[in-house]
């Protein structure tokens, strides 16, 4: 036995199993001393297995000791004895991960090291399950070490501790640089602490400053300090934990302010910034019809690209005036005189400007705003500061699905345009995004989905340096073909089967971690999954409180080097 | 201390044996562990399974009779010609000081010598948590295996008991356990035997 299996609980032995239905490991302790979703290792000779614990097996030698406790004909002490070795536990152990170990014998564990150092043989690392572990191979707890060996040490640049291990606290770290290399997800039924978990995760991002993070705050939650809802205490904000050096708070219209404070500078769209794909985007939202596209083509045609919003909201829907012939005709500021000049259908272009009042309405759309807030927005997450966009009193759908669609249009634009410069070696090579998105299935759903820049952000926009993180309570709103594309999964209760299955798409062995989704804690308990991190495994969510700050007021500041970070992050 | 003889050798197999005593003298208890040595370095052990009295003509006359004398009954009991039988049960033997859990590599031969066997010998034989033996009593076809098992864990866990060890009782059953747990109809009516010895 290795020094660090040692110190490891051992909790029983493999006695049967495979790859296809998983391993099955007799627990020599009592059931409760082992959870669902407990990291186990197993050492098989020259091979450490890891996995993950999906369930407990009550068993019998023969199933009439289990119906008739033995207490009931035999004193205490037999009884005890006879249930000691008829009755007994099945764990199911899904393996995940196996590592090879270093001989046990010094003078082989001698030349082993001597070999790795020589470069004769590959230090090993952890390697996707292969083969299985002989019968009656020991099955522990997970140590400390265990799980610093396979999650990271909380220690090394670009981890950060997300949460413990559920029976022995041992902590989990997060890759930050692989969270960022795809997009990710983090998914949790109303209440199951998504908005804690996204601060936190958010704030390891923003500490270890490996890429710009843009934040649409749909609920005002993120920037500023906020108040609990269940405990009532205060919960601080991004820019209160990090300044306004690194955090600038973003504020929808002008003169907005958030929860009473003022914003450190807003959003206000132009008439020029706003374009006909943008209108097609809120289809849904306004209910448009099918012709609007080309009424939006016949605008854009007549009026250009940077006038036809204004164009549009100045015509007068349904004026008449009266001809020589003292008939009533459409004025010629009026829209069926535009649709008329224009073979426009009459109808289809009223209909379409009365659902579009509802935007020309909107106090933060103005014709001349005082300076171009989109561009001050990218300056910023280009120079490495973060945004978190709030959207005040506009939290309706429309402001959302508006605003988030047409700034992530441009984003996408500008960051296609800087890393071609790069890549043609005429400008720097640019600064790694992640764009936060709050309630995604209003933005990704399957009808939206392969019309938004999100989703071409989700699917390839990891060669333009830009990543998502999507925050969501129903996954399974959200299109298959971004599900599939989300690298690390970051799962809290869900209660809804169909919400499970997505979460879970995609990935080996769900069946065996579909149970454990559903049965985890309301609160303060996730399931990690997919590509970012090695193997599944459950945490206990680490507290957002006065102390997560200070633990990243206290942790070690490297100073970066941005090449070096974008080499790592993006090696092709 | 000199060994009393209990009995004499009648008949043998490898498993077991059959030892004829007089019936004037107080026979062993069922249960309990005898000796019948083979040579100078050789032992044979084994556990006294069954205890049988044989009728005579005389006794047969006797039971008829409508009063029998106190004299002729103890003189039918001290003087008759057809001795008590023990059934033996092999359980191991004793080579050169080393004691073995198998059966003896050759039964033992008539008019051998039984002896009883002391409670250090008791000790010694079931010592060091070695419990095979108890398979040959758990494999016995002709003896009461529970009854046999419960007199002799009785004894045996007594005599380990009074040398300090008050674990061998548990060690024994949880052995049984082992060895009779995939066999839930048989395994359970001997665990409720033990149970009356530790009641008892």
């Not at chain 1, 001597?114 to 952890?126: L, Q, R, S, T």
């Not at chain 1, 500078?265 to 910034?273: M, S």
């Not at chain 1, 007549?302 to 007068?316: Q, T, V």
């Not at chain 1, 997919?530 to 997560?548: A, C, H, K, N, T």
Request: with cysteine; proline share 5%; net charge negative.
């Amino acid at each position: 036995m290795t020094e660090k299996s040692s110190i490891r609980k051992l909790i029983g032995s493999v006695t049967g199993g495979g790859l296809k239905e998983n391993l099955q490991v007799r627990l020599s302790v009592p059931p409760q001393q082992v959870q669902e979703g407990s990291f186990i290792v197993i050492d098989s000779q020259e091979w450490f297995f890891y996995g993950i614990a999906t369930d407990l097996q009550l068993q019998a030698v023969d199933p009439r000791y289990a119906l008739e406790p033995s207490r009931q004909r035999l004193p205490e002490n037999l009884a005890g004895l006879l249930d000691q070795q008829t009755l007994y536990t099945n764990l199911v152990v899904l393996p995940a991960l196996m590592l090879e170990q270093e001989p046990a014998d010094p003078e082989a564990q001698m030349a082993w090291h001597k070999a790795i150092e020589a470069g004769d043989k590959e230090k090993p690392n952890p390697l996707p399950v292969k083969s299985i572990p002989m019968h009656h191979a020991d099955a522990f707890l997970a140590s400390a070490g265990d799980v610093a060996e396979i999650f990271g040490k909380p220690e090394e640049e670009g981890n950060f501790v997300i949460g413990f291990t559920r029976e022995q606290d041992h902590p989990v770290c997060v890759n930050l640089d692989k969270l960022i290399q795809r997009s990710s997800g983090i998914f949790g039924a109303t209440g199951s602490g998504k908005s804690f978990l996204t601060r936190m995760l958010l704030a390891g991002l923003i500490d270890r400053n490996r890429a710009s993070v843009l934040v649409y705050d749909m609920h005002n939650e993120y920037g500023l300090d906020d108040t609990a809802s269940d405990t009532g205490q205060n919960v601080r904000g991004l820019r209160s934990g990090f300044g306004a050096a690194k955090v600038q708070v973003v504020g929808v219209g002008a003169g907005a302010a958030i929860r009473g404070s003022v914003p450190d500078f807003n959003l206000v769209l132009g008439y020029r910034d706003l374009l006909p794909e943008d209108i097609e985007l809120l289809t849904l939202e306004l209910n448009l019809k099918e012709t609007t596209p080309t009424v939006l083509d016949a605008l854009k045609q007549s009026f250009g690209s940077d006038h036809w919003f204004k164009a549009f909201k100045e015509m007068r829907r349904g004026a008449v005036i009266e001809n020589e012939d003292g008939k009533k005709v459409p004025a010629p500021d009026s829209v069926a005189y535009w649709a008329n000049q224009c073979g426009v259908n009459q109808m289809a272009a009223e209909g379409l400007h009365d659902k579009l009042r509802r935007l020309f309405n909107r106090p933060y759309i103005m014709e001349n705003p005082p300076a171009d807030s989109i561009q001050a927005v990218m300056d910023a997450l280009k120079k490495g500061k973060h945004i978190v966009l709030s959207f005040g009193d506009f939290e309706s759908d429309l402001d959302y699905l508006l605003i988030s669609n047409l700034l992530t249009r441009r984003i996408r634009e500008e960051w296609e345009k800087i890393t071609n410069e790069f890549r043609s070696g005429k400008g720097q090579e640019p600064r790694p995004l992640v764009i936060v998105v709050e309630e995604a299935h209003k933005l990704l759903n399957r009808d939206m989905a392969s019309q938004t820049t999100f989703s071409t952000i989700a699917r390839e926009m990891r060669k333009y340096y830009v990543t998502l993180l999507v925050i969501d309570q129903r996954p399974s709103q959200i299109y298959d073909e971004v599900m599939s594309q989300l690298g690390t999964r970051v799962c809290g209760w869900l209660g809804d089967e169909d919400d499970i299955h997505a979460a879970l798409s995609g990935l080996a062995g769900r069946d065996a971690l579909r149970g454990m989704l559903s049965r985890l804690q309301p609160k303060e308990e996730v399931l990690l999954l997919g590509w970012g991190v090695p193997m599944p495994i459950l945490v206990r969510s680490r507290r957002y409180d006065e102390q997560f700050w200070k633990d990243v007021k206290s942790s070690r500041k490297v100073g970066l080097d941005q090449e070096q970070v974008i080499k790592e992050l993006y090696p092709d | 201390m000199e060994k009393i003889i209990v009995g004499r050798l009648l008949r043998s197999n490898t498993r077991a044996c059959v030892v004829g005593c007089p019936p004037a003298q107080q026979f062993p208890a069922f249960g309990s562990l005898v000796s019948i040595p083979l040579s100078e370095t050789e032992v044979v052990y084994g556990l006294i399974g069954d205890i049988h009295i044989d009728d005579d003509g005389l006794v047969r006359q006797l039971a008829t009779a409508p009063s029998v004398d106190e004299a002729v009954i103890q003189d039918n009991r001290l003087n008759r010609n057809v001795p008590v039988e023990m059934t033996v049960l092999f359980v191991g033997s004793k080579t050169e000081n080393r004691i073995s859990h198998l059966l003896p590599a050759r039964p033992p031969l008539s008019l051998d010598c039984m002896y009883l066997c002391s409670t250090q010998e008791l000790c010694e034989f079931t010592a060091g948590s070695r419990f095979g033996y108890l398979r040959h009593i758990l494999d016995a076809q002709d003896v009461p295996a529970a009854d046999l098992l419960a007199a002799h864990l009785a004894q045996a866990g007594a005599a380990q008991r009074a040398q300090g060890n008050s674990a061998w009782f548990g060690q024994a059953a949880a052995r049984i356990i082992t060895q009779l747990r995939d066999d839930y109809p048989r395994l359970m009516p001997i665990l409720e035997t033990l149970a009356d010895v530790e009641n008892a």
